[in-house]
T-cell receptor, first 116, second 109 residues
Framework: GEEVAQTPKHLVRGEGQKAKLYCAPI?????VFWYQQVLKNEFKFLIS????????ETGMPKERFSAKCLPNSPCSLEIQATKLEDSAVYFC??????????????FGPGTRLTVT | RKEVEQDPGPFNVPEGATVAFNCTYS??????FFWYRQDCRKEPKLLMS???SGNEDGRFTAQLNRASQYISLLIRDSKLSDSATYLC??????????FGQGTELSVKP
């Protein structure tokens, strides 16, 4: 597609429940990035993929968070046993290249996760 | 200390005003620099890339000073539609974006 698609738009989970978010990158883009935005506009990088391979996972919490990008499937970000502090908007972005200045990262509309 | 620091504002200005945003970054190895715009917690959208030579796009001018690790954005003749949060963004080697906390701009009639 011509836009990054993210589903669902909103997700509400009770503490301890699992949350799974999906991202379909723009067709032809080989890099996918996940970011978390909590209150006060604090964006945090979580993980990036080059096709189905993890490219950079330095931002991923070591526990409870996992992500995948499998061929012919949307990428996913899964949070096991959600906590209140996981409440945030999760943005996915895709680009043709990871670092070339010519290739912008295009963001999806985000998934708003509320943990109650 | 945050990797990218901005004045959070809010900046409240009348239509037609000129407004300047500043940003500093701590990683001297940073390679690329951008200003993004975010409306009402929607997705951030690229406003412009920032180069050492300075660059201009209509009413918007961006400057980068690598020696001082300082980035600026100037908006001239501000419009109501410029009201948004402006995010200073730095990309070190490796692709991930490092965001400042954003500066909120409100342009009033």
């Amino acid at each position: 597609g011509e836009e990054v698609a993210q589903t669902p738009k909103h997700l509400v989970r009770g503490e301890g429940q699992k949350a799974k978010l999906y991202c379909a990158p723009i067709k032809g883009h080989s890099y996918v990035f996940w970011y978390q935005q909590v209150l006060k506009n604090e964006f945090k990088f979580l993980i990036s993929f080059q096709n189905e391979n993890v490219f950079d996972e330095t931002g991923m919490p070591k526990e409870r968070f996992s992500a995948k990008c499998l061929p012919n499937s949307p990428c996913s970000l899964e949070i096991q046993a959600t906590k209140l502090e996981d409440s945030a908007v999760y943005f996915c972005a895709s680009s043709q290249s990871e670092g070339s200045d010519r290739y912008e990262q295009y963001f999806g509309p985000g998934t708003r996760l509320t943990v109650t | 200390r945050k990797e990218v620091e901005q004045d959070p504002g809010p900046f409240n200005v009348p239509e037609g005003a000129t407004v300047a945003f500043n940003c500093t970054y701590s990683n001297s190895a940073s390679q690329s620099f951008f200003w993004y715009r975010q409306d009402c917690r929607k997705e951030p959208k690229l406003l412009m890339s920032v180069y050492s030579s300075g660059n201009e796009d209509g009413r918007f001018t961006a400057q980068l000073n690598r020696a001082s690790q300082y980035i600026s954005l100037l908006i001239r003749d501000s419009k109501l539609s410029d009201s948004a949060t402006y995010l200073c963004v730095v990309r070190p080697r490796g692709g991930k974006l490092i965001f400042g906390q954003g500066t909120e701009l409100s342009v009033k009639p």
